[in-house]
């Protein structure tokens, strides 16, 4: 099956840097990689995506970025605010028998004032 | 649209106590999911329903049953509640199936302890 490596487990920036969250996947033929935000106390909810065919997608201060080749996907935050403060996770599809979603085991985000 | 609903919100059991927890979504999707979160290890798939009337395994199956009841509903079951069943639990729908690799809509969550 899919194993999801995620990393780091927290990360603290300060409020206008930028956040960088990486993650490596191992099934080869995953073709669609989420990403999910969770704040305290509430459900995820899916921020962007990127499919196999394309190296980077953004949506405004998101982007992701996809190296198949190395198989790791990475989601970029710039100009960080209070309330990008969150646990992000990422996710990759098992192309076993379904197409099931394995997550990552999430990344802290604290951004300070 | 409600979107997906899950209860109870809270739950404390104790050990061997059955219970059963229910979702149910109104956006006509067909796939449903049963996820639990612990800390430190992310989202973990317990059971899925592709489609209305099937059903199968995730990652942690053990110790859990489901029922696609409809199209809108999904139950999930404890039979025997064990202390490592603490969790929250997440049920997700999504619109095309399970092999769509598309977005999952989440509940707001279970919290559930078992003593």
């Known amino acids: 099956g899919e194993n999801v490596e995620q990393h780091p487990s927290t990360l603290s920036v300060q409020e206008g840097d930028s956040a960088v969250i990486k993650c490596t996947y191992s099934?080869?033929?995953?073709?669609?990689f989420p990403w999910y935000k969770q704040e305290l106390g509430k459900r995820p909810q899916l921020i962007i995506d990127i499919r196999s065919n394309v190296g980077e997608k953004k949506d405004q201060r998101i982007a992701v970025t996809l190296n198949k080749t190395a198989k790791h996907f990475s989601l970029h935050i710039t100009e960080t605010q209070p309330e990008d403060s969150a646990v992000y996770f990422c996710?990759?599809?098992?192309?076993?028998?379904?197409?099931?979603?394995?997550f990552g085991t999430g990344t802290r985000l604290q951004v300070t004032l | 649209n409600a979107g997906v609903t899950q209860t109870p919100k809270f739950q404390v059991l104790k050990t061997g106590q059955s219970m059963t927890l229910q979702c149910a979504q109104d956006?006509?999707?067909?796939?449903m999911y049963w996820y639990r979160q612990d800390p430190g290890m992310g989202l973990r798939l317990i059971y899925y329903s592709a489609s209305e009337g099937t059903t199968d395994k995730g990652e942690v199956p053990n110790g859990y049953n489901v029922s696609r009841l409809n199209k809108r509903e999904f139950s999930l079951r404890l039979e025997s509640a064990a202390p490592s069943q603490t969790s929250v639990y997440f049920c997700?729908?999504?619109?095309?199936?399970?092999?769509?690799?598309?977005?999952?809509?989440f509940g707001s969550g279970t919290q559930l302890s078992v003593l």
């Open positions: 099934d080869s033929a995953s073709n669609y």
């Open positions: 996710a990759a599809p098992d192309t076993g028998t379904a197409s099931k979603l394995t």
């Open positions: 997700a729908s999504s619109e095309l199936g399970i092999w769509a690799n598309e977005k999952l809509f």
């Open positions: 956006m006509n999707h067909n796939s």
